[in-house]
């Protein structure tokens, strides 16, 4: 079985530029994750989804930042526009429910010049 | 507020020595979930183990093994015998169904553990 997919695993671009970042969760999960990972911040959970509606997304940081999940097989995080301080590992996950264990992606290395 | 602290920033020991890592969380809900994942060089989140806060029997599972302790508010994870494909960082993570009806985990910030041949 696939385990969740990410695309891009590193995307480079430039301060102003739109990003949009792609999971594919496992086949089955109900809920969807989006983390962020940076040195100062560590792991945090930027928002949720559960069966394909956005539960909690106070974790987004500000306006630029969006989520989308149109079916249950695909979601977007995007980022418009960049800015280099989004430069960061993002981290797709799914999970049955919301408190089965997540299992994730293998990342995106966002970096923003 | 929920809140997970690994107070152990970095932890390097020679390999076959045994080594705990600590975690302690904070958390208002009498239901709620811990769990461990290890992030190796690599960059790639690993699922270790789940336990929810009505079971509080200890697990091993091979050289790992997890003493949760309600009491002290306390799910610390041991390595018996580490070898050098240990070298991780390890976080612990919590997850309540009530908070404020989202789930999601609320990690610690980790702790990179280093095992020298």
């Known amino acids: 079985d696939a385990g969740v997919i990410q695309s891009p695993r590193h995307e480079v671009t430039e301060m102003g530029q739109e990003v949009t970042l792609r999971c594919k969760p496992i086949?089955?999960?109900?809920?969807l994750f989006w983390y962020r990972q940076t040195m100062m911040r560590g792991l945090e959970l930027l928002i949720y989804f559960n069966n394909n509606v956005p539960i909690d997304d106070s974790g987004m940081p500000e306006d630029r930042f969006s989520a989308k999940m149109p079916n249950a097989s695909f979601s977007t995080l995007k980022i418009q526009p960049s800015e280099p301080r989004d430069s960061a590992v993002y981290f797709c996950?799914?999970?049955?429910?919301?408190?089965?264990?997540?299992?994730f992606g293998s990342g995106t290395q966002l970096s923003v010049l | 507020a929920q809140k997970v602290t690994q107070a152990q920033t970095e932890i390097s020991v020679v390999e076959k020595e045994d080594v705990t890592l600590d975690c302690v969380y904070e958390t208002r809900d009498t239901t709620y979930y811990l769990f461990w994942y290890k992030q190796p060089p690599s960059g790639e989140l690993v699922f270790l183990i789940r336990r929810n806060s009505f079971d509080e029997q200890n697990e091993i599972s091979g050289r790992y093994s997890w003493n949760f302790q309600k009491s002290t508010s306390s799910f610390n994870f041991t390595i018996t015998a580490s070898q050098v494909v240990d070298s991780a960082v390890y976080f612990c993570?919590?997850?309540?169904?009530?908070?404020?009806?989202?789930?999601?985990?609320?990690f610690g910030k980790g702790t990179h553990l280093i095992i020298q041949p």
């Open positions: 996950a799914s999970s049955l429910t919301g408190t089965e264990k997540l299992l």
């Open positions: 993570a919590l997850s309540s169904p009530n908070r404020g009806g989202a789930d999601g985990l609320t």
């Open positions: 086949s089955g999960h109900n809920s």
